[in-house]
């Protein structure tokens, strides 16, 4: 029966691993659309616009107010990508082969 709870507990892992996986990768999409549309001059009553705006503008903000002013060039998107990255390396990595490792 040991058998069987490890099974079923390395196939919980590995789906909370996947459906995190898949958010955060998604998320990371959204900021670089986010990133690009700030390239142009977007409607901002466009509700794609808002929606990049309103989901990525409370992860953005605070990483802005921590940089330095003046360079010209928002570097808080590249910095939340690379985060998240990091995290998918060395958090969803984890799981997965933990996961692997109870079968």
């Known amino acids: 029966m040991s058998n069987l709870a490890n099974v079923l507990s390395g196939n919980v892992i590995l789906a909370i691993a996947s459906v995190l996986d898949l958010l955060l990768t998604a998320y990371m999409w959204i900021i670089i659309a986010a990133a690009v549309i700030s390239w142009v ?8 616009v808002r929606f990049l705006y309103g989901a ?29 990255i990091f995290i998918q390396i060395v958090v969803v990595k984890t799981l997965k082969e933990t996961a692997f490792g109870l079968h």
Do not use: C, H, W
Request: hydrophobic content about 40%; glycine content about 6%.
């Open 41 to 48: 001059n977007p409607d901002p009553y466009n509700p794609i």
């Open 56 to 84: 990525t503008e409370p992860v953005l903000r605070p990483i802005r107010k921590r940089m330095p002013r003046g360079m010209g060039i928002d570097f808080s998107p590249m910095i939340v990508v690379a985060v998240i």
